[in-house]
């Protein structure tokens, strides 16, 4: 596990819209996206340190999304267009969205589908080149909830997960199809969640019962992208 510590938001950010430029952006990978909020700052880099000449080779495929039409503003996939691609310089035929208007399950399914034609496939299970997460204040990571933990931990490699709160229904990545993923980046900012992120690191307490700390990665090169405040008490 690889920590890497900035002083703010912003420079976090910037350390990894560099990186990814570097090692993704320009080059034909397949690279899955989280949405939230955490990723807009992240994709505001991105455009300032590129141009209009800059071309994204990568394919763009999404970690999870809200059960809703793609202009609702709930949409991980609208969001990303609205304050990414729709900026870029990028193929419309890679990008791979998940359609979170049609029915959950039969998403998940059809997903699945496109996992398994798009992506090489590594020990029975797509094998993306990159995924990268975000976390909630409650452990979950893509829409893998702590209460499903247990349903879904073993399902591959699309699932149905459904937010505590709102019951809202979203299709996600399994665990098992993002420990397959040849990297994994967890990018996490803000005071909220430095409590879950140093018990997820430090393995303390019960800590398991939170999803994001079974991110382990099967080739094991899993990154936490964090500034001062998510990380405060880890490095207390």
Same mark, same amino acid.
């Given at each position: 596990?690889?920590? /890497? +510590? *900035?002083?703010?938001?912003?420079?976090?950010?910037?350390?990894?819209?560099?990186?990814?430029?570097?090692?993704?952006?320009?080059?034909?990978?397949?690279?899955?996206?989280?949405?939230?909020?955490?990723?807009?700052?992240?994709?505001?880099?991105?455009?300032?340190?590129?141009?209009? /000449?800059?071309? !994204?080779?990568?394919?763009? *495929?999404?970690?999870?999304?809200?059960? !809703?039409?793609?202009?609702?503003?709930?949409?991980?996939?609208?969001?990303?267009?609205?304050?990414?691609?729709?900026?870029? /310089?990028?193929?419309?035929?890679?990008?791979?969205?998940?359609?979170?208007?049609?029915?959950?399950?039969?998403?998940?399914?059809?997903?699945?589908? +496109?996992?398994?034609?798009?992506?090489?496939?590594?020990?029975?299970?797509?094998?993306?080149?990159?995924?990268?997460?975000?976390?909630?204040?409650?452990?979950?990571?893509?829409?893998? *909830?702590?209460?499903?933990?247990?349903?879904?931990?073993?399902?591959?490699?699309? !699932?149905?997960?459904?937010?505590?709160?709102?019951?809202?229904?979203? !299709?996600?990545?399994?665990?098992?199809?993002?420990?397959?993923?040849?990297?994994?980046?967890?990018?996490?900012?803000?005071?909220?969640?430095?409590?879950?992120?140093?018990?997820?690191?430090?393995?303390?307490?019960?800590?398991?019962?939170?999803?994001?700390?079974? +991110?382990?990665?099967?080739?094991?090169?899993?990154?936490?992208?964090?500034?001062?405040?998510?990380?405060?008490?880890?490095?207390?």
């Amino acid at each position: 596990m690889n920590v /890497n +510590i *900035f002083k703010d938001y912003t420079e976090c950010n910037t350390k990894l819209a560099e990186y990814l430029i570097k090692e993704y952006l320009c080059q034909s990978k397949n690279i899955a996206i989280s949405g939230g909020s955490t990723p807009i700052g992240l994709f505001n880099e991105i455009l300032k340190l590129t141009n209009k /000449n800059f071309e !994204v080779k990568s394919r763009i *495929f999404w970690v999870d999304e809200r059960c !809703v039409e793609p202009t609702s503003e709930e949409s991980n996939y609208g969001s990303a267009h609205k304050n990414f691609l729709s900026k870029m /310089n990028i193929p419309k035929e890679n990008i791979f969205r998940i359609k979170g208007e049609n029915k959950p399950q039969n998403e998940a399914e059809s997903y699945s589908k +496109i996992l398994n034609e798009e992506v090489d496939i590594v020990g029975g299970i797509p094998s993306l080149d990159l995924c990268l997460l975000g976390i909630g204040g409650d452990g979950h990571t893509a829409s893998i *909830f702590p209460h499903e933990l247990d349903k879904l931990i073993k399902i591959n490699p699309c !699932v149905v997960g459904t937010n505590p709160d709102s019951g809202q229904k979203r !299709v996600s990545l399994s665990l098992n199809q993002i420990n397959n993923s040849k990297e994994v980046i967890i990018h996490a900012c803000g005071s909220g969640k430095k409590e879950i992120i140093d018990e997820i690191i430090s393995k303390k307490d019960n800590y398991l019962k939170y999803p994001a700390s079974h +991110i382990k990665p099967s080739i094991k090169n899993l990154s936490w992208y964090l500034d001062f405040d998510s990380a405060e008490n880890f490095m207390n």
